[in-house]
Structures are given as structure tokens and as C-alpha cells.
T-cell receptor, first 111, second 115 residues
Framework: RKEVEQDPGPFNVPEGATVAFNCTYS??????FFWYRQDCRKEPKLLMS???SGNEDGRFTAQLNRASQYISLLIRDSKLSDSATYLC????????????FGGGTRVLVKP | EAQVTQNPRYLITVTGKKLTVTCSQNMNHEYMSWYRQDPGLGLRQIYYSMNVEVTDKGDVPEGYKVSRKEKRNFPLILESPSPNQTSLYFC??????????????FGPGTRLTVT
């Protein structure tokens, strides 16, 4: 099993709709989780951090399910500018700030 | 403006010709790291540095070297590039303090092609 797994998509979403996707992780000791956003051929940028059960920032909501070892990202009222690849990131502190990246979930918001 | 810069942004080279990709950050971050990104394989860590003069291997260090002589700079060296090192490379930095250690700032990327 991969350390961090994501559905690669693409998720084709009508503008204004809600989309949600999950990320599963294998290390039950992980305490914090991150969603990064990456536009095509650009650098990843931090979108949200999740340190407890979840986090909300505007139209974006991240939730953590420790029992089932997955985190989810929900985007409400999707905008065309939300089209990107969303990377799930899990740190492994024992290896010095090491981040393990999921393969990413591609989201395409269409008019 | 807080940023991570990389140079060059694009490079086409031939097998065996030594090259260096520079990375510099202006945020006084202790931690710096290099990643490569390949289709279907995602982002993989090459080397990282927890602070000046401290470097360690990531997941795919073979064929690469790094140095950390100054806090702001973390160059990636390919002594004898091969075609399988054709990839998109990202440099990243973060603070070593608490949770900020995992909030990494990435450079714009260097697209390397080795023929």
C-alpha cells in the first residue's frame, strides 16, 4: 500500500457545484496533514493545513477521519479558477520535515 | 517579497555534462529540499537540509549532489546527467519551528531535459 493515495481523477465539475475527494494514508501515527494546490506545470502551493479533526477556509473544507485514515477536501461553489491538481501531503517527522506527497487529484471546473 | 528562486528555469543538456541548478530563499528558513516530479510518480524528494552544513538523502538521491554552505542557498548538482534525470525539479524551503516545518514554499521549478 502506498503511503499516501489519491484518486487521480479528473473530477469534472460544473461551475457552482460542490466537489469532494479523499486521500488515504498508511501511517496511523501521522498528526498533521496538508492540502497543496498545483496548477499545470507550476509549483505546489499550500492550500490548507489540518491539525485536528478538520479545517475550513472560505469555500474549502478539509476533514480528517483518523479511524479510517483518510482526509477529504470539499470545494463548495466551484469556480473556474479552482481547476488544478490537489496534492495530499503527510509529514513524517522522524525523517526531518519529510513530506510524502500523494499523486494528486485533478479537478476541472467547467462553465 | 518572500520567495524561493531557481535558476535556470529551463535547461536542455547532453549526457555527461555537469550542471548545477541553483536555489535561493529570502525567508531565513532553516530547512531546504529538492524534489523531482515525473508523470505518474508524483513529487519525490531527492535531498534535504535541516540547516547549514547539514544535508541528507531523500527517496531518490542517486546521481545527485547538494551542498548547504549558506543558509539561503541550496544548489543541486548533477555530476554526469543521464536521460533518466529528465524531469521537473522543485526546490522548497520551510522553517524548522513547530508546525511551520511542514508548510513548505516551493520555487517555480526547473524543467531539465537530458539528451
Amino acid at each position: 500500500r502506498k503511503e499516501v493515495e489519491q484518486d487521480p481523477g479528473p473530477f469534472n465539475v460544473p461551475e457552482g457545484a460542490t466537489v469532494a475527494f479523499n486521500c488515504t494514508y498508511s501511517n496511523s501515527a501521522s498528526q498533521s496533514f496538508f492540502w497543496y494546490r498545483q496548477d499545470c506545470r507550476k509549483e505546489p502551493k499550500l492550500l490548507m493545513s489540518v491539525y485536528s479533526s478538520g479545517n475550513e477556509d472560505g469555500r474549502f473544507t478539509a476533514q480528517l477521519n483518523r479511524a479510517s485514515q483518510y482526509i477529504s477536501l470539499l470545494i463548495r461553489d466551484s469556480k473556474l479558477s479552482d481547476s488544478a491538481t490537489y496534492l495530499c501531503v503527510v509529514p513524517y517527522k522522524a525523517a526531518g520535515n519529510k513530506l510524502t506527497f500523494g499523486g494528486g487529484t485533478r479537478v476541472l471546473v467547467k462553465p | 517579497e518572500a520567495q524561493v528562486t531557481q535558476n535556470p528555469r529551463y535547461l536542455i543538456t547532453v549526457t555527461g555534462k555537469k550542471l548545477t541548478v541553483t536555489c535561493s530563499q529570502n525567508m531565513n528558513h532553516e530547512y531546504m529540499s529538492w524534489y523531482r516530479q515525473d508523470p505518474g510518480l508524483g513529487l519525490r524528494q531527492i535531498y534535504y537540509s535541516m540547516n547549514v552544513e547539514v544535508t541528507d538523502k531523500g527517496d531518490v538521491p542517486e546521481g545527485y549532489k547538494v551542498s548547504r554552505k549558506e543558509k539561503r542557498n541550496f544548489p543541486l548538482i548533477l555530476e554526469s546527467p543521464s536521460p533518466n534525470q529528465t524531469s521537473l525539479y522543485f526546490c522548497a524551503s520551510s522553517s524548522n519551528r513547530d508546525r511551520r516545518a511542514y508548510e513548505q514554499y516551493f520555487g517555480p521549478g526547473t524543467r531539465l531535459t537530458v539528451t
